[in-house]
C-alpha cells in the first residue's frame, strides 16, 4: 500500500485538505469501544515523531447513509514501513473521501517551539560549542540536552539575548530537499551536523545565515514567528546539561504564570518584588533559629522526662528497668529520651517504642555501667522473628510490626535481667 501524501512537509501553515481513506484497521478494544486508526492518500496531521508531539484535529465526511459525520483525531503515529495512521473513534470505509482539519492553536505551538529549539541549538553550538543530543516538546514547556557542562549564568543570559535578537531580525526559515550524496558532502564539511539514517532526498530546514538541519518537522516561515524565547533553566542529566525554554505564546502564558505567583508572594509577604530576596533570607534566619529553640526545648523536655522516669522506676535486682511506649510522640524524641536517661541514671535499661503508622520503632538502651551489648541482643532477638535491626552496645534500634511488639519488648526485657550484674 503507497504511503500518504505529506502535505505539511510542502506547507506547515496548511490548516485543511481533502483526502481519501486507502486503509482501516482496528487498534484496540476495550468495554465495547474500539479505537481505530484510518491512513489516507494524503494527510497534513504530523505524527510523533523527533521529539514532536503529533497534531489533533477532527475529519469530516459523509456516511453512505448520508449523514455527515466529524470525527476526533485522537493521535497519529507513523509504522515501520513510513505509514501514517489517524487514530479514531468510529472507522471509515476504504474510499471514503474525507476533509481533515488542524487544530491550529496546537500546531503553532508546536512550531513556534520546535523552530525556536534549532534556533536555540544553533546559539549553543557557535556560542560555546555545545552541541544538542536531544530535543524534547512537551506539553508545557521544551528541553535540549547538551553534550558538555552546565553553562554559567551570565552565559545563559548571553545566549537568551543573541536568541531573541535573531528573533527579531525576523530571519526567513525554509525548507529545501537536497540529495543523499549531497547531505553526506554538507555534514563532511560542517554545514550539516546530523543525518538521518534513511536514503533518498534529504528534508533541509534552513534558517538563513544560521544553520540548515535535517529535519521532517513543522516549523515557521521566519524567525519573527518564534515570538520570543524565555530560558527557565537547567539541570545535570546523565549525558550533560538538560537546558528548558518556552517560545511564543507560551512564553507569554509562562510570564503570566510567574507574575501571578510572584503577586501572590509579595502579598504574602507584605514586600515589593524587588525586596523578596531580603525577605526570604529573613524567613529562613527565623527559621533556623526557631528550629534550634525548639531543640533546646526538645532537649530540656527530654531532660526532665527522664529525670522522672528514674523517680518513677527504682532499682530491683540491681537493675532500673524501664518499659514504656508512647502514641503520642515521634520516634525521634523517643531515641533522645532512652539516651538521656540511661545517660543520667547508674543500672538503668530502657526499652522505649513509639508507634506510628502501624510500625512501631523500638529502642534499646542501657547505662554505660551495664556491660551487655544491647546491639547484639536486640539484632537476636529480631532476626527470630523475621526482622531486621541492630545497633551498638549502649543503643539499638529497629522497626516491628504492632502486633508484634509485646513480645519483642518482653523479650528485651528478660534479657536485661539475665544479662544485668546480680547483687547479693
Same mark, same amino acid.
Given at each position: =500500500?503507497?504511503?500518504?501524501?505529506?502535505?505539511?512537509?510542502?506547507?506547515?501553515?496548511?490548516?485543511?485538505?481533502?483526502?481519501?481513506?486507502?486503509?482501516?484497521?482496528?487498534?484496540?478494544?476495550?468495554? +465495547?469501544?474500539?479505537?481505530?486508526?484510518?491512513?489516507?492518500?494524503?494527510?497534513?496531521?504530523?505524527?510523533?515523531? +523527533?521529539?514532536?508531539? $503529533?497534531?489533533?484535529?477532527?475529519?469530516?465526511?459523509?456516511?453512505?447513509?448520508?449523514?455527515?459525520?466529524?470525527?476526533?483525531?485522537?493521535?497519529?503515529?507513523?509504522?515501520?514501513?513510513?505509514? #501514517?495512521?489517524?487514530?479514531?473513534?468510529?472507522?471509515?470505509?476504504?474510499?471514503? !473521501? %474525507?476533509?481533515?482539519? %488542524?487544530?491550529?492553536? !496546537?500546531?503553532?505551538?508546536?512550531?513556534?517551539?520546535?523552530?525556536?529549539?534549532?534556533?536555540?541549538?544553533?546559539?549553543?553550538?557557535?556560542?560555546?560549542? /555545545?552541541?544538542?543530543?536531544?530535543?524534547?516538546?512537551?506539553?508545557?514547556?521544551?528541553?535540549?540536552?547538551?553534550?558538555?557542562?552546565?553553562?554559567?549564568?551570565?552565559?545563559?543570559?548571553?545566549?537568551?539575548? #543573541?536568541?531573541?535578537?535573531?528573533?527579531? /531580525?525576523?530571519?526567513?526559515?525554509?525548507?529545501?530537499?537536497?540529495?543523499?550524496?549531497?547531505?553526506?558532502?554538507?555534514?563532511?564539511?560542517?554545514?550539516?551536523?546530523?543525518?538521518?539514517?534513511?536514503?533518498?532526498?534529504?528534508?533541509?530546514?534552513?534558517?538563513?545565515? %544560521?544553520?540548515?538541519?535535517?529535519?521532517?518537522?513543522?516549523?515557521?516561515?521566519?524567525?519573527?514567528?518564534?515570538?520570543?524565547?524565555?530560558?527557565?533553566?537547567?539541570?545535570?542529566?546523565?549525558?550533560?546539561?538538560?537546558?528548558?525554554?518556552? $517560545?511564543?505564546?507560551?512564553?507569554?502564558?509562562?510570564?503570566?504564570?510567574?507574575?501571578?505567583?510572584?503577586?501572590?508572594?509579595?502579598?504574602?509577604?507584605?514586600?515589593?518584588?524587588?525586596?523578596?530576596?531580603?525577605?526570604?533570607?529573613?524567613?529562613?534566619?527565623?527559621?533556623?533559629?526557631?528550629?534550634?529553640?525548639? =531543640?533546646?526545648?526538645?532537649?530540656?523536655?527530654?531532660?526532665?522526662?527522664?529525670? !522522672?522516669?528514674?523517680?518513677? #522506676?527504682?532499682?530491683?535486682?540491681?537493675?532500673?528497668?524501664?518499659?514504656?511506649?508512647?502514641?503520642?510522640?515521634?520516634?525521634?524524641?523517643?531515641?533522645?529520651?532512652?539516651?538521656?536517661?540511661?545517660?543520667?541514671?547508674?543500672?538503668?535499661?530502657?526499652?522505649?517504642?513509639?508507634?506510628?503508622?502501624?510500625?512501631?520503632?523500638?529502642?534499646?538502651?542501657?547505662?554505660?555501667?551495664? +556491660?551487655?551489648?544491647?546491639?547484639?541482643?536486640?539484632?537476636?532477638?529480631?532476626?527470630?522473628?523475621?526482622? !531486621?535491626?541492630?545497633?551498638?552496645?549502649?543503643?539499638?534500634? +529497629? /522497626?516491628?510490626?504492632?502486633?508484634?511488639?509485646?513480645?519483642?519488648?518482653?523479650?528485651?526485657?528478660?534479657?536485661?535481667?539475665?544479662?544485668?550484674?546480680?547483687?547479693?
Amino acid at each position: =500500500m503507497p504511503t500518504a501524501e505529506r502535505l505539511y512537509y510542502k506547507d506547515s501553515f496548511l490548516r485543511s485538505f481533502t483526502a481519501v481513506v486507502t486503509d482501516v484497521r482496528e487498534l484496540a478494544s476495550s468495554q +465495547g469501544e474500539s479505537l481505530w486508526q484510518l491512513a489516507f492518500d494524503r494527510t497534513a496531521f504530523y505524527p510523533d515523531s +523527533g521529539g514532536q508531539p $503529533c497534531d489533533l484535529g477532527q475529519i469530516r465526511a459523509t456516511s453512505p447513509g448520508g449523514v455527515s459525520l466529524e470525527i476526533p483525531v485522537e493521535s497519529v503515529e507513523e509504522d515501520e514501513h513510513g505509514q #501514517v495512521w489517524h487514530a479514531v473513534r468510529k472507522p471509515l470505509s476504504i474510499h471514503t !473521501r %474525507i476533509e481533515g482539519e %488542524i487544530e491550529w492553536d !496546537r500546531r503553532l505551538d508546536h512550531m513556534q517551539q520546535h523552530t525556536g529549539q534549532h534556533l536555540l541549538s544553533a546559539v549553543f553550538l557557535r556560542e560555546l560549542n /555545545e552541541p544538542t543530543v536531544s530535543f524534547h516538546l512537551g506539553e508545557s514547556t521544551s528541553t535540549i540536552d547538551l553534550a558538555g557542562t552546565p553553562p554559567a549564568h551570565h552565559s545563559l543570559e548571553r545566549i537568551e539575548r #543573541v536568541v531573541n535578537e535573531l528573533i527579531a /531580525e525576523d530571519r526567513a526559515v525554509s525548507v529545501r530537499y537536497v540529495s543523499r550524496a549531497e547531505a553526506e558532502s554538507m555534514l563532511a564539511s560542517g554545514a550539516l551536523r546530523k543525518l538521518p539514517d534513511r536514503s533518498g532526498e534529504i528534508r533541509l530546514i534552513e534558517i538563513n545565515g %544560521i544553520e540548515d538541519n535535517a529535519c521532517g518537522g513543522t516549523h515557521v516561515r521566519s524567525t519573527g514567528q518564534i515570538g520570543g524565547m524565555l530560558l527557565r533553566g537547567t539541570e545535570k542529566v546523565s549525558r550533560g546539561v538538560r537546558v528548558e525554554f518556552v $517560545c511564543g505564546l507560551r512564553a507569554v502564558r509562562t510570564a503570566r504564570v510567574d507574575a501571578g505567583i510572584l503577586a501572590r508572594v509579595t502579598a504574602a509577604l507584605s514586600v515589593g518584588a524587588p525586596e523578596i530576596p531580603t525577605a526570604v533570607e529573613r524567613l529562613k534566619a527565623e527559621a533556623r533559629n526557631g528550629a534550634k529553640e525548639r =531543640m533546646e526545648l526538645r532537649e530540656q523536655l527530654a531532660d526532665y522526662h527522664a529525670a !522522672r522516669l528514674a523517680v518513677e #522506676v527504682p532499682i530491683t535486682g540491681g537493675l532500673r528497668l524501664v518499659d514504656r511506649n508512647w502514641k503520642d510522640r515521634d520516634a525521634s524524641y523517643v531515641r533522645l529520651l532512652a539516651t538521656r536517661l540511661t545517660s543520667a541514671a547508674p543500672s538503668t535499661v530502657a526499652i522505649f517504642s513509639s508507634e506510628e503508622g502501624g510500625k512501631v520503632s523500638l529502642f534499646f538502651a542501657r547505662s554505660l555501667d551495664l +556491660g551487655f551489648d544491647c546491639g547484639r541482643i536486640l539484632k537476636e532477638a529480631l532476626a527470630q522473628r523475621g526482622l !531486621r535491626g541492630g545497633g551498638s552496645g549502649d543503643l539499638a534500634q +529497629g /522497626e516491628v510490626p504492632t502486633e508484634q511488639a509485646s513480645a519483642l519488648r518482653s523479650s528485651l526485657a528478660e534479657s536485661a535481667r539475665s544479662a544485668a550484674p546480680k547483687t547479693l
